[in-house]
């Protein structure tokens, strides 16, 4: 996965940071993938960011407040169809952010 | 790591995204864990998530805005003095965002 070339600020990130139910084979990223698919074809989505090890970091970053409903509405959604009877996380937490001031280094994309 | 706890909104998160130049043996997984410890003894310091991949992703969260700036400072010496000749990114970008909702479920730590 590639950083994320965003706008300058200001835009909105949700922080989504989770610990998985440790059990292999259960579809979680092929169902992971397919929702960062459908966020991607979303009003107002802007790029996203992911990395797990023990922990799971996924920043998406939004236009707008309402991007970010109709997204969530959306994403819970799916999540649960996609869920089934399968308990993916053992725990989540998800921050609503509105990103203020950035910069960076380094190779431009 | 463990996810972060967090008080309620407001409060402030950093989100650096890096991806790292290709070397091993460089030193910088122990400069990175010696950062974070030197953050987590900084005045407004919260808490910490971080995970990499491909891409690697540090959240970090502060009460406010001057801890921040003080953090910056402090850190960016600190580095250059860990960092040396070495260049340990390709690129990184920074995002100061300020956290106005959270929510999360499973087990509370």
Redesign the interface.
Known sequence: ????T?PD?PY??V?F???RDARAGDGYEAAAARMLELAARQPGFLGV?????????T?SYWADEASIAAWRQEAEHRWAQEEGRTRW?????????????????????
Chains 1, 2 share one sequence.
């Open positions: 996965m590639e950083p994320a965003t600020p909105y990130a922080v940071t989770s610990v960011e992911s990395a797990r090890e023990d922990l799971g970091i920043v996380y053992e725990r989540y937490s998800v921050r609503v952010a509105r990103v203020e001031r950035a910069y960076g280094g380094g190779r431009v994309p």
